[in-house]
């Protein structure tokens, strides 16, 4: 179920479009990273971290978007934390009565999705830089792309890099389209993980699969390319649409062109 991918580094990718849960070990548990997506993955999760003696100490989400919120009873009720503008986006998102109506609108029909404890998160004060746990030292890396709030997650130990919705091989950058600019907000993000790429041997993007550290500094040069060719309005080339696009991955031609026209209209 779990797989380790570095020293007390574990992943499990869903069924849904890829995304990793990371479970970082601690002194007296671990720490529960975007928890999964579907209830019988995340009750796998804990199943097994409960035959292994793990309890889950701490839970983060790296940005407010639904599919990184979610969490399970099973799972325990150790605090769960993300960045301040990360918690204020999700508190004003559940403020509107109708909030499980606009997920249930996304979701494939055929995945059972619990949202009762989606987004149940504590705000860290603003700018802090570590995650508040019992164990090694997770860095907090915030910065303005993707959404608000939006934050990789160091852990220096290991030399694992939490990349969050950045840095896939199989999705593209997708821009904040709230921000006044987004292109520059990516750019400036993916600055800071280049700054940190030589502390990283594995990075592990919120879908897709688990790199080393050659694929950070391809997948940072490819997410730039991309950025750069849509800031300067050139044709992308990018295997990640188009025909070389992975199976089950053609819809992302479609995130491309979306963001073509709301580029447009800025
Ligand atoms: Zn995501």
């Known amino acids: 179920m779990l797989r380790q991918v570095a020293e007390g580094v574990l992943v499990h990718e869903s069924e849904f479009i890829q995304s990793n849960a990371v479970v970082v070990q601690g002194k007296a548990g671990v720490l529960l990273v975007d928890a999964g ?34 969490w399970h009873a099973e799972l325990g009720d150790a605090p769960r934390y993300g960045t301040a503008r990360c918690a ?30 989606l987004g149940l998160i504590t705000g860290l004060p603003a700018g802090a830089t570590q995650v508040p ?12 792309a993707h959404a608000s709030g939006h934050t990789a997650l160091l852990i220096e130990e290991s030399g694992v890099l939490v990349a969050g919705d950045m840095l896939s091989d199989v999705l593209i950058p997708m821009l904040d389209s709230s921000a006044a600019d987004p292109i520059e ?6 600055r800071l993980l280049e ?72």
Do not use: C, N
């Open 37 to 70: 997506v579907t209830a019988e993955e995340m009750v796998a999760i804990a199943d097994d971290l409960r035959t292994s003696g793990w309890p889950v100490v701490a839970g983060f989400s790296t940005h407010p978007h639904w599919d990184h919120l979610l």
């Open 88 to 117: 204020a986006e999700i508190r004003a998102f559940l403020s509107d009565a109708h909030w499980q109506d606009h997920i249930v609108e996304d979701l494939p029909p055929d995945i059972d999705v619990p949202l009762d404890l």
């Open 133 to 144: 746990w019992d164990g090694p030292k997770v860095r907090i890396i915030e910065h303005q």
């Open 185 to 190: 907000d990516y750019l400036a993000a993916l």
């Open 195 to 266: 700054d940190v790429a030589g502390d990283v041997d594995v990075v592990i993007p919120g879908h897709g699969s688990v790199g080393g550290a050659d694929q950070l500094r391809a997948r940072i040069d490819q997410d730039r390319a991309y950025v750069r060719a849509l800031r300067d309005d050139r044709v992308v080339s990018d295997p990640r649409i188009g025909p070389s696009a992975k199976e089950g991955w053609e819809w992302v031609s479609d995130v491309h062109a979306g963001q073509l026209g709301q580029l447009a209209k800025k």
